[in-house]
């Protein structure tokens, strides 16, 4: 290799340096490429798709660029006029490596993520795990982009001093970040423990601020909540760590409605109860796990009866606690409806002897 740039003529050895190792590292590129996508048609080979999907791109600029840094280093050790040409082909490289090290974790996101299944009844631990992931590979991909620019900034004596102090000084950089943006720092150490210790996760059931809704995005500083009615609210990340708030699927997805009824004191309770197993019965949103109805209060001029009904999902659940209230209004509005409260008010007269009418 060095006697080959030994006897090529100086002045136009760059150029046919750089056009050579790029004509045939696009060469090898666009083989290697083909291969990857003829590879990813077999529907069971996961990574071979999700590289074929995400990193043919990277590897038409990759492996030019990395023939030609190699070349240019060789010929500039003994020709050092030209060592512009290697130092403009290794700043591409390491740009290029940067973007292909975050395309395979986005790649590895995507195997783990499919991987998971979401359409089981009680889908908890897939909803843990892709939190996590997506969590996880945001932190990654900000360290490459940090770690790349500083060996960037290393590659040249002129700069070097501060791609050493990006690597050194996360102390000092640490405590200027923390006056200057002491919010989002906290905002930022709330996403890690909500990561690991998951009070939340994606598809949640919550309600916060009165609103009950779903969470849809988990990110480094906030996190959306879609509400029933199609709105969002966006939350600082802090506030479900220094907030109390109601997560029904932390632990799993099943719940138990409700459903009141105030009725009269004669109305036979077993009946009712009767009644709401034969609705549970006809209807699917129903688990089969657990039902009851009993007495559960006693007002001045009625009782409160509580139908309890158990269900495979929030908006399920939701759903099935719609129809109890209906089936069992119509049933008893037709059929009891001596048990729909009724008020009495009693009029006591006070007559006063000698008073005139």
Same mark, same amino acid.
């Given at each position: ?32 490429? =083909? ?5 990813a048609?077999?529907? &069971? ?63 590895? @996101? =995507? ?22 992931? =997506? ?21 040249? +004596? ?10 050194t ?30 009070p939340?996760?994606? +598809? ?12 849809? &995005?988990?990110?480094?500083t ?19 760590? @220094?907030?109390?708030?109601q997560?029904?699927? *932390?632990? @799993? ?17 077993? =009946? ?5 197993? &034969? ?21 001045e ?10 269900? *495979? ?11 109890? *209230?209906?089936?069992?209004?119509e ?12 008020? *009495?008010?009693? &009029?006591?007269k ?8």
């Amino acid at each position: 290799m060095q006697y080959f740039l030994d006897t090529l003529d100086y002045k136009n050895t760059p150029w046919l340096i750089i056009l050579l190792a790029g004509a045939v590292g696009f060469v090898i590129s666009a083989i290697l490429i =083909k291969l990857i996508r003829i590879t990813a048609v077999k529907k &069971e080979w996961r990574v071979i798709r999700a590289i074929s999907e995400n990193l043919t791109s990277v590897l038409y600029f990759f492996i030019p660029l990395v023939l030609t840094t190699t070349v240019t280093k060789a010929f500039t050790l003994s020709h050092t006029g030209y060592e512009w040409t290697h130092a403009i082909s290794k700043v591409s490289l390491i740009a290029v490596t940067t973007w292909l090290m975050t395309r395979i974790v986005v790649i590895v @996101e =995507k195997v783990l993520i499919e991987k998971l299944d979401f359409d089981t009844e009680d889908n908890n631990y897939a909803r843990r795990m892709f939190t996590k992931i =997506k969590f996880i590979k945001r932190i990654i991909i900000i360290l490459i982009i940090v770690i790349g620019v500083s060996i960037l900034l290393l590659s040249f +004596d002129s700069v070097r001093q501060y791609g050493v102090g990006i690597l050194t000084s996360a102390g000092i950089f640490s405590v200027i970040i923390g006056f200057a943006a002491q919010k989002s720092l906290g905002n930022l150490l709330a996403g890690i423990q909500i990561a690991f210790t998951q009070p939340i996760k994606i +598809d949640d059931v919550v309600i916060v601020e009165g609103e009950w809704g779903r969470i849809e &995005e988990i990110n480094l500083t906030y996190v959306v909540v879609n509400i029933w009615d199609l709105r969002r609210l966006v939350l600082p990340i802090t506030y479900f760590i @220094e907030k109390p708030f109601q997560n029904w699927t *932390r632990n @799993e997805s099943n719940l138990i409605g409700t459903a009141f009824f105030h009725l009269n004191y004669g109305t036979p309770v077993q =009946k009712l109860r009767d009644k709401l197993q &034969e609705v549970l019965l006809e209807t699917p949103l129903w688990d089969g796990r657990s039902w009851a109805l009993q007495v559960t209060d006693t007002q001045e001029q009625f009782m409160v009866v509580r139908a309890l009904m158990s269900a *495979r999902s929030s908006s399920q659940a939701f759903d099935l606690r719609c129809i109890v *209230r209906e089936k069992m209004i119509e049933y008893i509005v037709a059929e009891l409806p001596d048990a729909l409260p009724v008020f *009495r008010v009693e &009029e006591v007269k006070n007559e006063k002897l000698g008073m005139k009418n």
